[in-house]
């Protein structure tokens, strides 16, 4: 069993006094843990300050080890170092055929490098596969929906949905928890020390949340419990105007609903608050964004760089904020490996042409649901 000694002055950076005994030997497992519960990138910074010396070390050493903790991994500080990524795990990931390339640095990497509190996934759409999972649940549940809707007793046709929602539940896990490219994510989540909160939005939609720390875990738990009573209040009581969008989605048009979730995902205060105003009064967000977009391009005032994660829209297309966020991702990324560098600044570009086609891809989601429904 590996030992290590800590110095007394560790507890300062840690503000976690009684904890450990100065000066004792402590096992590997236990700073683990502590690794574990406060972060391991602000753990390792403390480290860097106090170093962990290797038992028998002299309490003055200047030991400064070049790595931080994950939850299973070693890796390299990317904030503090310009070494690598341990070079194995990053050759697997990048590679990896199973994950998408926008998952792999905004998702995984960007989460775990502690670039952002936590990230979002949506599955199945975010898998490689995503699309033939999503026809196949489709083409295995039409003879269920279809003898819904021969249904006319309100009461059968109510028990009848709910058997429906059983059997798409059961498709979700058979054809989508179960491949090859769900394991994937799961597993990148394991080794690279992240935690996972998966939230059911329908029975064939989840979102899996990514996160390090254990008070990112309480607050996105509080805030899908909040969502759930959003939408059970709505359900009983929806308005005359509640659209069927506002009826399966109304934590949407919650403002500090949306403010909340743009903080735990780490996006600009400033787009967070013009984003939640906006959804709030009505106005379409995206089609705002993409028009935005399109009219900057013509004026050649686009900095790509507030475009640097998926599925968001900036408050402007030079948003000083995002496009810092996206500079020092970008440093960071390529800091880790020049790989990492090139594959994040085309995962900038898809970004932003997804902006300039959201509001249609948008509508052709929403004729899918209105004939659906």
């Keep these: 069993m590996q030992h290590h000694v800590l110095p007394a002055d ?5 503000g976690h006094q009684g904890a450990y005994e100065a000066g004792k030997t402590i096992h590997h497992d236990w700073l683990g843990s502590l690794l574990r519960e406060h972060g391991a990138l602000q753990v390792h910074h403390a480290i860097r ?4 010396l290797p038992a028998g070390a002299e309490a003055n050493s200047n030991v400064k080890p070049p790595f931080y903790y994950s939850l299973r991994k070693v890796i390299p500080c990317p904030t503090c170092y310009s070494t690598e990524l341990e070079p194995l795990l990053l050759e697997r990931l990048v590679v990896d055929p199973l ?8 998702a995984l990497l960007a989460t ?5 509190p936590s990230s979002q996934v949506t599955i199945p759409a975010e898998l490689p596969g995503g699309a033939s999972m999503g026809r196949e649940i489709d083409q295995r549940a039409l003879p269920h929906l279809e003898e819904v809707k021969s249904i006319l007793e309100p009461r059968e046709r109510l028990k009848a949905i709910q058997g429906v929602k059983k059997v798409l539940a059961s498709l979700f896990e058979e054809v989508v928890e179960a491949s090859p490219e769900y394991e994937a994510l799961m597993g990148w989540a394991k080794e690279l020390g992240l935690r996972v909160n998966q939230v059911e939005v329908r029975p064939t939609v989840h979102e899996v949340y990514l996160y ?10 509080k805030l899908m419990g909040e969502r759930n009573r959003i939408r059970r209040r709505v359900q009983r009581r929806p308005g005359m ?19 909340g979730l743009g903080r735990l995902l780490g996006y600009p205060q400033c787009c967070v608050d013009r984003y939640a105003r906006e959804r709030v009064q009505g106005v379409n ?6 028009r935005q977009l399109k009219e900057a391009q013509s004026e050649g005032a686009v900095d790509p760089y507030a475009y640097y994660t998926a599925y968001f829209f900036p408050c402007s297309p030079s948003c000083p904020e995002a496009s810092k966020l996206g500079r020092e991702w970008l440093q960071a990324f390529q800091e880790a490996d020049p790989r990492l560098g090139e ?12 902006v300039l086609r959201q509001p249609e891809e948008i509508r052709r989601y929403l004729e899918m649901f209105r004939r659906r429904g």
Excluded at 343 to 354: A, D, F, I, S
């Design 241 to 259: 105007d509640t659209t069927a969008v506002r009826f399966a989605y109304p934590e949407e048009f919650q403002e500090e609903w949306v403010r």
């Design 285 to 290: 967000v995206e089609e705002r964004a993409s």
């Design 343 to 354: 594959l994040y600044k085309g995962v900038l570009q898809e970004n932003l042409e997804r």
């Design 49 to 52: 300050e106090s170093p962990v």
């Design 99 to 106: 994950v998408l390339e926008r998952v792999k640095v905004e």
């Design 112 to 116: 775990s490098m502690g670039l952002r």
């Design 212 to 221: 390090r720390d254990r008070s990112t875990g309480r607050a996105l738990r």
């Design 10 to 14: 560790l507890r300062t950076h840690w």
